[in-house]
């Protein structure tokens, strides 16, 4: 999408960062990532924001703003948003704060993961230069066409018998 407007932009947000190989650094980002980091944000977008947003709005209208503001965050509107709506679910499913902790860090420690073991991407699918954003389309949107259908089976799921009336999630 940036690519016809903004190549430079492109090749920018492509290009390498080496990573500080202290162990201290390490171990640092991982506990950052993995673990404070999900819990923070948590707490805020649904323990506080979540709540006050269905206080405000109404069920639906708290998951998907709050869910929104996650995503534009996170710089991942689609993605981090689809992952918030599901937190968003998991929390007011079961009145518990931890099952949504628990989910983001397993995402984090995953995102981490492959932060620093580097695992070898299918050739088919990495994406190193502006080039491979055309040559490699297909793939790409094979991969996000199927996660997104998990992901919306995922909120079809629990999103069913979920209370539409504010009184009954809020107390």
């Known amino acids: 999408m940036l690519a016809p407007f903004a190549p430079w932009l492109v090749d920018f947000l492509l290009e390498e960062i080496p990573l500080p190989e ?99 991407w299918p050739e088919s699918v990495a994406i190193f230069n502006f080039t491979d954003v055309y040559t490699k389309a297909m793939p790409n949107t094979v991969m996000l066409v199927v996660s997104a259908l998990f992901m919306l089976g995922a909120i079809y799921w629990l999103a069913r018998g979920l209370p539409t009336e504010k009184e009954s999630i809020s107390e």
């Open 22 to 120: 202290s162990p201290w650094y390490i171990a640092f980002t991982i506990f950052t990532i993995a673990i404070l980091a999900p819990v923070v944000e948590e707490f805020m977008f649904r323990g506080v924001l979540l709540k006050r947003l269905i206080g405000k709005t109404s069920v639906w209208g708290g998951i998907l703003i709050s869910s929104l503001v996650f995503g534009v965050l996170h710089l991942d509107v689609v993605g981090a948003f689809l992952f918030g709506v599901i937190a968003s679910l998991l929390y007011l499913r079961t009145n518990n704060l931890l099952v949504p902790i628990f989910l983001h860090i397993i995402n984090n420690s995953l995102a981490a993961a492959s932060l620093f073991l580097a695992p070898k």
